[in-house]
């Protein structure tokens, strides 16, 4: 039998539980011809097991590739990464995922931590059915018999929503829905028991009962085993329902981080507050009274670019954030990328 590889420690990590989560100066850049993309810039964060964080912010903030960056799944020689991503498996060891050898990681993805894609349908093997699939991650993982992982496979597809689950395990992709083959990700993710589950935008493509359901199985599962969940979502009501803390992005930087009901009642950053003050208010139809942002989109950022990325659509810009903006610390575990953050929510 294969010995298990050893992780790579580094010594600088304080020990922590099984499932923390420590992303430190996080930076990815992809090299285009004429210029550089700065996908993600220098963002740090934890997850603990038990807690649920969400990440927000609009279309290309970087939230995607931050998180195929800490599951180093970006390849390709024009990609470029730094910091660290410290990871504290089932044993307690703690493992660097940006140093790490591919053994290692392939021991940990899959297993200890698991990843639901944004796209469903190009992370499914079209050659195989969806019950073996979820099957082969629990023999890998669990050490199952062929047998007893099919079960378990029936089980994960019946928990995930999917009725008829022991025919419907004989599936290939092509066969399902768009909402069901999300599911059968979900199934494969959970097949590993993962201690950390990284979901990315894992109810889009379902209606809202499903939705609904989805979420309340991972609650439960977060419930029953202390999982770490980070969902990636562009719902600001499943953050409020869900979500312990919030992290937001904007082109590629973390703008604010704290504590989710905190953030959601009195933002620190303009931005967090025009995503607000486009949602009814919670008690009804009334918009909240935070002040939106100027029309526009998420800045491609270059090599050139100076300054508060949000500026150009900021309704409290003043000449001084055309300068760098460093993160503040606003409050106890509260940072907010704002000159002004005091005057946001006041
Ligand atoms: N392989 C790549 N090569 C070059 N640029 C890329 C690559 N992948 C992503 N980007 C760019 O990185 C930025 C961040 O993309 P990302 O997919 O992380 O956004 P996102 O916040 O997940 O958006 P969405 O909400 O639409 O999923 C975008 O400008 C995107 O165009
Ligand atoms: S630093 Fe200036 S431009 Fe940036 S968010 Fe704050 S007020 Fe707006
Ligand atoms: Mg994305």
Redesign the pocket.
């Known amino acids: 039998m294969a010995s298990t590889p050893a992780p790579t420690v580094r010594e600088n990590i304080p020990a922590a539980a099984p499932g923390t989560l420590g992303v430190y100066g996080l930076t990815t850049r992809?090299r285009?011809v004429a210029h550089t993309?700065h996908?993600v810039d220098d963002l740090s964060f934890q997850v603990t097991p038990g807690e649920t964080l969400a990440i927000v912010?609009?279309?290309?903030?970087?939230?995607?590739?931050?998180m195929l960056s800490v599951m180093r799944l970006?390849d390709?020689r024009?990609?470029k990464m730094s910091g660290s991503v410290s990871f504290f498996d089932r044993t307690g060891a703690a493992c660097d995922l940006m140093t790490a050898d591919e053994r290692t990681l392939s021991r940990i993805r899959g297993g200890d931590l698991a990843m639901i894609f944004?796209d469903a349908s190009a992370s499914l093997n079209p050659l195989f059915s969806v019950g073996d699939q979820i099957a082969e991650t629990v023999q890998l993982h669990r050490g199952n018999d062929r047998k007893a992982a099919w079960a378990e496979a029936v089980e994960l597809l019946r928990q995930v929503g999917i009725a008829a689950p022991e025919q419907r395990a004989h599936d290939y992709p092509h066969q399902l829905s768009g909402g069901m083959r999300q599911r059968a990700m979900i199934a494969i993710a959970l097949a590993g028991e993962p201690l950390l589950l990284i979901a990315?935008?894992p109810t889009t493509a379902l209606d809202v009962t499903i939705q609904a359901q989805i979420l309340d199985l991972l609650k439960e599962l977060q419930r029953e085993r202390g999982l770490a969940i980070i969902l990636?979502t562009?719902d600001l009501g499943v953050v409020a329902d869900f979500a312990d803390r919030v992290l937001v992005?904007y082109a590629?930087q973390l703008v604010e981080q704290g504590e989710a009901n905190a953030v959601l009642s009195a933002p620190r950053h303009p931005y967090t507050a025009s995503l607000l003050a486009c949602l009814p208010d919670p008690a009804g139809e009334a918009p909240v009274a935070y002040r939106r942002a100027k029309p526009g989109i998420?800045p491609?950022i270059s090599d050139e670019f100076e300054g508060c990325r949000f500026r150009a659509r900021c309704p409290l810009a003043e000449p001084r954030c055309e300068n760098h903006v460093p993160l503040a610390e606003t409050g106890s575990n509260w940072q907010s990328r704002c000159l002004f953050w005091r005057e946001v929510s006041s």
């Not at 912010?57 to 970087?62: D, H, K």
């Open positions: 992809f285009m993309v996908a912010g609009e279309s290309g903030s970087g939230k995607s590739v931050s970006l390709g024009n990609v944004q990315d935008e990636v562009h992005m590629g998420v491609a």
